[in-house]
Each structure stands twice: as structure tokens, then as C-alpha cells.
């Protein structure tokens, strides 16, 4: 990704406050925002590499806080870190095991490879939306929250349908820290049902 998009004020504000990711303060305002993360929490951070979201979390909470990504994420203290894809079943029974058979919260700030071409790249991006809350609603304890990025486009707000299906509480959420011009918008959802009925996606 080109310099001119990557070193505006908020990357260099992340890169001189240690974060490995301008994407630290997306997370942050979402706590200061919504209030998602209570300071116990068991959180399960998914697509987590670099591992800015992690680092954040862990100041969060006093909880477990797990990191899943294909790649692998650098070390860092206070974090468990696996390396695999989240829909695979054995990943998400190790995932468990990590936290000790309860998560309180999921985030996924991941997103596809971008391709440019606008209308397939945001059927990829709710797709993976899709595959992380069909993960959260068979791992969550109910009354648990969830935030996943999406993008703005047709197929946006079927996804948040789905989500209201299984969250008492939805919202969509546009982050400051998000590039201009960016179709980049968050989904907060709060107090999981405690039900996985009809959740799309692989699991």
C-alpha cells in the first residue's frame, strides 16, 4: 500500500505511541463509544495481525484476550496467539480450550484482499462478516458483544439483519480514525441472544 495512504496523522500518531497499526485507534474509539469491552472480559480477536486490535485489548481487560490469524502475529505479553483459519473447527475447539470454555466479546477488524473492483470486493467483505458471526454466535456467552468491519454497499444491510437476528442490540458505526473517502464501517452488536439458529457461513 502506497505511502499516501498509510503515513497520515493517525498512522504516525499509532507508529509513535508504539502501535503496530493506525487501526489501534478504530478500537479505541469504539470502547469510548460503546462501552464493548468490560474489564473482565475473555476477547477473541479474529484476522488479528498485526496485532494492533491486541494490543489494545489487553489493556482492556484483565481477561483472556486470543488472537486468530492464517499469518502469524508477532509475540506480545499478556496475549495468546493462534495461527489458523477461525472456521475450522479444530482451530475454533483450541480457541475454547485458550479461554477456558467462556469469550464475553469477538472483534474482527479484518477484511479481504482488495481487488478494486467495488461490488466484488464488498460481497467478499460480508461474506467474511458473515463467516465471523456465524464464529461468534457458537462460541459467545449469551449477553456477550461483537464488533465486525463491513463496508457500506447493497448487501451491508442484509448482514445487519442478520446480525439483529442474534444481538438484542446493532448498530452501524463509522470510526474517525477510518480514511477518507473509506466505505469502511463497523458493526456493534451487544447482548448476544444466546442462540446460533439460522446464522449464515460455514460452521
Not at 73 to 102: K, S
Not at 181 to 189: K, L, N, P, Q, V
Request: charged share 25%.
Amino acid at each position: 500500500m502506497g505511502s499516501q495512504w498509510t503515513k497520515d496523522s493517525v498512522y504516525r500518531k499509532a507508529m509513535s505511541a508504539g502501535y503496530r497499526a493506525r487501526a489501534a485507534y478504530k478500537l479505541l474509539e469504539i470502547q469510548q463509544r460503546n462501552g464493548i469491552i468490560r474489564p473482565s472480559d475473555n476477547v477473541v480477536d479474529l484476522g488479528a495481525a498485526p496485532g494492533s486490535w491486541l494490543q489494545v485489548l489487553r489493556d482492556l481487560t484483565g481477561g483472556k484476550v486470543i488472537g486468530v490469524d492464517l499469518n502469524p502475529i508477532a509475540p506480545m505479553g499478556g496475549v495468546t496467539t493462534i495461527v489458523g483459519d477461525f472456521t475450522d473447527p479444530l482451530v475454533q475447539e483450541r480457541i475454547r480450550e485458550e479461554a477456558g470454555g467462556i469469550v464475553n466479546v469477538v472483534v474482527c477488524d479484518a477484511a479481504p484482499k482488495l481487488s478494486g473492483q467495488k461490488s466484488y470486493d464488498q460481497a467478499r467483505a460480508v461474506g467474511l462478516g458473515e463467516d465471523a458471526l456465524a464464529f461468534a454466535c457458537t462460541i459467545l456467552k449469551p449477553g456477550g458483544n461483537m464488533v465486525i468491519k463491513s463496508f457500506q454497499g447493497e448487501l451491508f444491510v442484509d448482514l445487519l439483519v442478520e446480525v439483529r437476528k442474534h444481538f438484542y442490540s446493532v448498530r452501524g458505526y463509522r470510526t474517525k480514525a477510518s480514511r477518507k473517502g473509506s466505505a469502511e464501517t463497523y458493526i456493534i452488536a451487544k447482548n448476544f441472544k444466546g442462540t446460533c439458529d439460522g446464522a449464515e457461513g460455514p460452521l
